[in-house]
């Protein structure tokens, strides 16, 4: 797997050389998320972080990671062209995590070599015994 990770990231570095002297470059209309207060025993909830590649060359979201099990992640696969949008939804399951959370959810894009970082926070009310 992490083979194919490797082969996978080397192509696509490739990939965003050929597009000349251009440069992708990824904008979230906000980094940011506070779902306030959720409530346990309603179980997940997402949003979706909505971006533009407000650079000149095909962006590639290579992958993203969160901090914790309880965080995960699902974004735009295809090469977003300059000007484009593209989402990535993140998902929280509160069981078990009562009281204030705060989560990063790093993204690796051909960008940079920095990763982006998404924050979703909140308070999770505990379910009643």
Known sequence: MKKLLSLLTAFLF????DAGNGKAKITFESPRY?????QEAEGVVTHSFEFTNSGNAPLIIIDTRSTCGCT???FTKEPIAPNGKGTIDVQ???KGRPGAFRKEIKVYTNASKAAVKLIIEGVVVPKKP
């Open 92 to 94: 929280f399951n509160p």
């Open 34 to 38: 506070d779902f306030g207060y959720i």
């Open 72 to 74: 995960a992640s699902h």
């Open 14 to 17: 490739i990939l965003s050389l």
